[in-house]
C-alpha cells in the first residue's frame, strides 16, 4: 500500500488543487460571502443526492468498508484503513472538542454576526464544532487507501474527485465552511499516509502469517 505521489499522482494532484482552491477563496472573500458564493440552487432532490453522497464521508461508512476488507481481502488492509480512520477521527474531535471548542457552524455563525441567512427546506444542520470537518476528513483517508489498491490511474482520479464532492457536500448542506472542508481533507489524507507508512514498515519488519489472510481465505 504504497500512498506516495509517484504512484497515486491523480489521486493527490485531484485533491491538492481541490484544498488550494478552497483556501484560495476563503482568503479572497469574507467569511459569509465564500461560504454563499458555493451554493448551489436547492431543492429536495438536490438534498437527497447529497445528504446520500455525504454518507460516504461518515465514519460508520469506512467502518463498513473495514469489516468487507477483513472478511474478503486481508486482515492487514482493514486493520491499515482502520487505523487511518482512527487517527484522523482523533485529531479532528481533539481540535473540535479541545482546541477550538464550540466554533460555531454556518447557522450559527451568521446568526451571532447578525446576517439573514435561509435555511433551505429539508436541512437541519448543525449549530456547533465547525472546525475541522469529520466527514472530509474520513473520505479523504479513505479514497486515498482505496486508491492505493489499484494501479489504474483514472480511479484515482475519479476516487480524488468523489473526495472533493463528499466535501462539497457538507458545504451544501449548511455543515460547514470551506475552510473546514479543505482542512478536513488534508488531516484525513496525511493521517491515512502516516498510518500506511508506519503499517507497512511493522508488517514488512514482523511479517505475521495471518496479515494477508481474511475471514473467508483462511
Known sequence: MDLSFRLLRGWWI???????????????TPKDVGFLAMQLPHSPAGNSVFQLTTF??????????????????SYRKAMTLLSGYLLAAFCVQLV???????????????????????????????RWNSFPSGHSASVAGLTLFLASLSPRRTLHILLGF?????????????????????CGLSIGAITMWITAWGANRQFIKYQPAWAEKSFFAK
Do not use: Q
Not at 14 to 28: C, E, P
Open 14 to 28: 485531484v485533491v491538492i488543487t481541490g484544498v488550494l482552491a478552497l483556501l484560495f477563496l476563503v482568503s479572497l
Open 56 to 73: 460516504l464521508g461518515d465514519g460508520l461508512f469506512t467502518i463498513l468498508i473495514c469489516v468487507f476488507l477483513a472478511l474478503k481481502v
Open 96 to 126: 473540535k472538542l479541545y482546541i477550538l471548542a464550540d466554533m460555531p457552524r454556518p447557522v450559527m455563525w451568521f446568526e451571532l454576526n447578525g446576517i439573514a441567512l435561509v435555511v433551505p427546506d429539508g436541512l437541519k444542520p448543525h
Open 162 to 182: 468523489i473526495a472533493l464532492l463528499v466535501g462539497y457536500s457538507r458545504i451544501y448542506l449548511f455543515m460547514h465552511f470551506p475552510v473546514d472542508v479543505a
